[in-house]
C-alpha cells in the first residue's frame, strides 16, 4: 500500500500561482510514476501532469503546458505541482496519484489516489 497526502491547495486570484505538494509514504519501492489529476464538479477527472519517480521524465496536458511544473523533492518522498498564471478554469479538486508502471494519462492506470486538495481561482 501507498498513501499519497495532498497539501498546498487554497483560494488565488486569477494570474497567481501556487504550489501544490503530496507526500508518499508506505510500500513506495513500488512506484514508478507520481501523477497529478484535477476534477471540477460536474466534470470528469482530468490528467494534469505527470513525473517518473527519478524526475527525468514529465509529462503535462495541454491546458496547463507552459504554466505548470511538475517536479520531485531531491531529499524526500514528494512532488510538487508549480502552478503560475492561474485561470478559474484551473479551479478543481486536485489529486495526487502514483502507479508500478510508465506514465500514463489515464486515471484508470493509477493504482494509489490522495484524498485531494481544493483550489480555487477567482476571477
Known amino acids: 500500500q501507498v498513501q499519497l497526502v495532498e497539501s498546498g491547495g487554497g483560494l488565488v486570484q486569477a494570474g497567481g500561482s501556487l504550489r501544490l505538494s503530496c507526500a508518499a509514504s508506505?510500500?513506495?519501492?513500488?512506484?514508478?510514476?507520481m501523477a497529478w489529476f484535477r476534477q471540477a464538479p460536474g466534470k470528469e477527472r482530468e490528467f494534469v501532469a505527470a513525473?517518473?519517480?527519478?524526475?527525468?521524465?514529465?509529462y503535462y496536458s495541454d491546458s496547463v503546458k507552459g504554466r505548470f511544473t511538475i517536479s520531485r523533492g531531491s531529499a524526500n518522498f514528494t512532488i510538487y505541482l508549480q502552478m503560475n498564471s492561474l485561470n478559474p478554469e484551473d479551479t478543481a479538486l486536485y489529486y495526487c496519484a502514483s502507479r508500478r508502471g510508465g506514465i500514463s494519462d489515464g486515471s484508470s492506470a493509477y493504482d494509489y489516489w490522495g484524498q485531494g486538495t481544493q483550489v480555487t481561482v477567482s476571477s
Open positions: 513525473v517518473s519517480w527519478s524526475g527525468s521524465t514529465t
Open positions: 508506505g510500500s513506495i519501492f513500488s512506484t514508478n510514476v
